[in-house]
């Protein structure tokens, strides 16, 4: 089993790259479940055919922490991927942080590993490192590899850096190791200069070079993942390649289920 | 606020029955509180308390330290205590204000570990949950870090370990002692007793046991683990009055007392105690009368001990309920039950509960092998004629 994290900036394409692999690791024969923590609750959009699913949150909201069953939460969608969203409390209000903690213990609580079973897990994390809640994916028993996804503006290498400098701090605790980012190009100029750049501070490699391209928008018009909508595109293959690239760099480690 | 208690007082949270379960240890305990989470303990629910060297600290959390993250301070803290006092382990015992945070105890146990090379753990105990929750959940986590490989050396066939001996069940009068040395004299050789007087070295070689004896159900998620991994039966029970009823259940290796179906339509006895403890007086009551017994927890049931009129009573309110819904005369409880009882016609024969009254009343237990538990027997026959 592998256990993969996904941070990066605000907007900078997670959701989207993370969709995107989980889409092509299903291709490849994988059981991938994808978990996205963000309140805004959008992470597996693209794999549910643009349709927003319930939250663990929500369902909690609306039944009663002890009255959810994993149908509430868990969905398949493209490749039997299985989606789940974390979820946050009311806009302006509550508690982000404590939500994705309730979160993942309920997931725990209702069995939600042994009925997904997955071969990879992929966490799709909210932009920053902001406070506990938003360390859960990397605790112990959580993920085990950190991957950032980046572009080559000064304020999405900075949060780069923050989320490193943090995954770096919970070292002596054992947790996730933080392995290389993901250029998701902007097509600014001297972008792969300028993150190699910022590399030599933060420290790791470039996982993956995405480059810019209309296939995205394309498929998300269609509610998809570009590995759906566009399988034959260039864009496809870039995600692939990417996909590839993370199973190279991830660590095999112990089930979350017997 | 079904779980308020308006009458009777709070009962013992999972946090006490962790560092009950941590006591005897030798370690260091850290609470992970303002101060009022390690005062209930070390002042209510731990007798062993006044006059023990056992390192048990609050880590004084306070508001700053929960808006910033102040992890590095406490586990600095408690690393400089660690150089003083040597201790076998560390354990960080959660409480209402990590909880809501989302305080990462096993990280900063692990944190802990990684410097000082010390056994050190992280129990996520809330205040929510009750003792033998949170004794259950250490006794699992000792066994699973320190418990060796089974011997394989030939078995006498009389080894034993005891499991979920605390105070909150057994109360401050030397009951845990008497339960041991009736074991001793029946042959058997105690390889560890969880907890009462527990060392590491004891968890160490628990696996080499013949038998689990599970005194209470906090032992019980331990007993399952161990027959599992290591294939060591268990029963549940311990000895009463002269311990005959246990006696030959030991020597059978019969799990459980057998449970008696509900079938007389008088008004029965509501026996309010721990599960385990409960349905071993049960098993001696019925002897001298034919009323129907009914065993009633505060803290939850174990299916496979339960008989079918047993119930949960998962609150105060349910519990006066019960207490007073005519179909009793005797209840045979805690104390502080007194308060409780509306109807003229229900009496209440006093049998004190550690994890219920606290202090009030851990000195007026009653000695389990003596006269004591024959006296309560006899009063509560009385009571019921």
């Known amino acids: 089993m592998r256990k993969i994290a996904v941070y990066g900036k605000g907007g900078i394409g997670k959701s989207t790259t993370t969709s995107n692999i989980s889409a092509a690791l299903a291709d490849m024969g994988y059981r991938v479940l994808q978990i996205g923590c963000d309140p805004k609750a959008d992470s597996t959009k693209n794999l549910m055919h643009g ?18 069953t994993p149908e509430d939460v868990l969905f398949q969608g493209y490749g039997g991927v299985w989606c789940v969203e974390a979820g946050g409390p009311t806009p302006g209000i509550g508690c982000a942080g404590r939500g994705i903690i309730t979160a993942f213990e309920k997931l725990e609580e209702i069995g939600a590993y042994e009925i997904c079973r997955p071969d990879i897990i992929l966490y799709d994390v909210l932009g920053d490192v902001v406070c506990g809640g938003f360390a859960m994916p990397i605790r112990g028993g959580y993920a085990r590899n950190v991957f950032i996804v980046t572009s080559g503006e000064m304020m999405s290498l900075y949060a780069a850096s923050n989320i490193a400098s943090a995954v770096k701090n919970f070292g002596k605790r054992g947790y996730a190791q933080y392995s290389g ?8 100029e001297n972008e792969e200069v300028l993150v190699k750049k910022a590399l030599e501070e933060i420290g790791g490699e470039i996982v993956s070079i995405l480059p810019r391209s209309a296939s995205v928008q394309e498929a998300e018009g ?14 496809a293959d870039a995600y692939r390649k ?17 | 606020m079904s779980r308020l208690c308006v009458f009777m007082l709070p009962l013992a949270p999972d946090y006490s029955g962790a560092a009950s379960a941590l006591f005897d ?16 303990f070390t002042g209510y629910d731990e007798p062993r308390w006044m006059g023990s060297r056992s390192a048990v600290y609050c880590s004084g959390l306070r508001r700053m330290d929960a808006v910033l993250g102040n992890d590095e301070k406490f586990i600095d803290a408690t690393l400089k205590a660690a150089e003083d006092l040597n201790p076998s382990i560390i354990a960080y015992l959660g409480s209402p204000v990590p909880t809501v945070i989302g305080t ?9 570990e990684n410097i000082s090379g010390i056994p050190s753990f992280g129990f996520p105990t809330t205040g929510l949950d009750y003792y033998d929750k949170g004794a259950s959940d250490v006794f699992m986590a000792l066994i699973r870090r320190f418990a060796k490989k089974k011997s394989t050396v030939e078995k006498t066939g009389k080894t034993l370990n005891v499991l979920g001996m605390l105070p909150l069940d057994m ?4 009951n845990s002692d008497r339960i041991l040395t009736w074991l001793k004299n029946q042959d058997y ?12 070295d004891q968890i160490k070689n628990c696996p080499d046991a013949d038998l689990n004896l599970v005194v209470a159900r906090s032992g019980l998620a331990a007993a399952r683990f161990l027959e599992k991994k290591y294939g060591i039966p268990y029963i549940c029970g311990l000895p009463l009055d002269d311990g005959a009823e246990l006696k030959g259940r030991l020597e059978k290796q019969e799990r459980f007392q057998p449970l008696p179906e509900a079938q007389s339509d008088k008004k029965g006895i509501l026996i309010i105690h721990e599960q385990i403890f409960a349905n071993e007086l049960r098993a001696l009551l019925s002897k001298k009368t034919d009323v129907p017994i009914t065993v009633g927890s505060l803290f939850g049931l174990e299916e496979e001990l339960k008989a079918s009129q047993d119930l949960h009573l998962p609150d105060e309110y349910s519990a006066i309920q019960e207490i007073n819904s005519g179909k009793y005369q005797v209840i045979l409880a805690d104390p502080e039950f007194e308060k409780v009882i509306r109807r003229e016609d229900v009496r209440l024969v006093a049998l004190p509960h550690l994890a219920v009254s606290s202090k009030l009343h851990w000195d007026e237990y009653p000695d389990y092998l003596g006269e004591d538990i024959l006296k309560i027997i006899e009063s509560t026959v009385r009571e019921g004629n």
């Open chain 2, 171 to 174: 109360g401050n009068k030397g």
């Open chain 1, 242 to 258: 990417l996909a590839e690239n993370i199973l190279d760099l991830s660590a095999e480690v112990e089930n979350n289920y017997e």
């Open chain 2, 25 to 40: 240890l030798g370690g260091i305990v850290v609470m992970h509180d303002a101060s009022g989470c390690t005062g209930n």
């Open chain 1, 51 to 68: 349709e927003k699913i319930t939250s663990v949150l929500d369902a909690i909201r609306e039944k009663g922490e002890g009255n959810i």
């Open chain 1, 181 to 188: 980012v993901i250029l998701n190009s902007r097509n600014i």
């Open chain 2, 104 to 112: 990462d105890l096993k990280g900063m146990a692990a944190e802990t």
């Open chain 1, 222 to 235: 269609e509610g998809k993942t570009v590995i759906e909508a566009l399988p034959d595109s260039k864009m």
């Open chain 2, 189 to 200: 050789e105690i390889l560890s007793d969880f907890a009462m007087g527990l060392s590491v």
